[in-house]
């Protein structure tokens, strides 16, 4: 379930040329593993719990860094589901 270093960069290189923005792309990447259990994938909790609690941060605006941050409708819907 975790990424490798090099994946890890590269994916992170391809969202900041991109535009895609890290809540979202921690919401489909959490999706996405909820959907591997049933297809007979193990997965680690902590990697689940590490894209929620992200995601949980984004969208409630408890964030550790005090930052002000924005999240789109479609953030705050996919959120939802996810969290349903």
């Known amino acids: 379930g975790w990424l490798s270093p090099e ?5 992170e290189e391809y969202c900041s040329r991109y535009g895609v923005r890290g809540c979202l792309r921690h919401l489909y990447y959490l999706n996405d593993l909820l959907d591997r259990p049933e297809q007979g994938f193990m997965i680690d909790p902590q990697l ?3 894209s929620y ?4 941060s ?6 550790p860094d005090n930052n002000v941050s924005t999240i789109t409708i479609e953030e705050r819907d996919r959120f939802s589901e996810i969290k349903e």
């Open 7 to 11: 994946q890890s960069y590269v994916l």
């Open 48 to 50: 689940l719990h590490y």
């Open 53 to 56: 609690v992200f995601c949980t």
């Open 58 to 63: 984004h969208v409630s605006g408890n964030r």
